[in-house]
């Protein structure tokens, strides 16, 4: 694991209109379905249901 | 036997190793109680939870899966509720007044929690702040339901319409 601690952490989550939902921040990300656990810095989670690389955004979410 | 008493806040029912509490306040109605054990979990049974539907630790699996604090359980023998890691927060917690003083200086934010329900919403949990539609607010210990289906008709968030369009993913 890796320790970036730059004092405080700042998780911070964007609903992108018509897009996904964008997680900056220090983030463990649970996907039950794979038994993963992810850490990361960024991501980018589908909220429009078409995505094809679910839970992820794919940029389905444009084609109408 | 099956017990249905309330506490406050809730109901709780126990069996003869473990107690189960339960926040209505706190559902999101997000389903995976009686998705997961409708032996014990029925809705459209009163009461609701039958303790004598399942083995002890089939219904602590479910509870735990809840996404929300609305389920919680705990052992009848207090000297087995052993804090286990912080993730385990659905071993009802215990905040007495003094314990409310240390949270508040407490220096560290909680952890995020990002948990991807099965053909559900995404569910976050800790210390963030949330932007949508113009607005950005600060949540602290608090837990949010994000639509993935999107046929939620109060979105961003979930509203269970995830169960009625049948919404795999
Ligand atoms: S899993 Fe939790 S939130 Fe969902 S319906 Fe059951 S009690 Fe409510
Ligand atoms: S939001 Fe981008 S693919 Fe669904
Ligand atoms: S995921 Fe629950 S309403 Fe869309």
Redesign the pocket.
Known sequence: MEETKSGKSKTIIEVIDS??LKITGNIVLKDFKRDKEIPMGEVLL??????SDKPF?????KNK | MSRDQSFSGGRKYSNDEITVYWKPSACIHASYCYRELLEVFDPGRRPWVDMKGASTEKIIETVNMCPTEALTWKWNEEAKNQPVGSDQSNHIRFRRPELLAQDANAPEENPVTIKIMNDGPIVLKGDFSLAYSGINKDFREAIVSICRCGASEHQPFCDGQHRKIGFIG
Request: one cysteine or more.
């Open positions: 897009g996904p589908c909220r429009c249901g078409k995505s955004c794919d940029g389905s979410h």
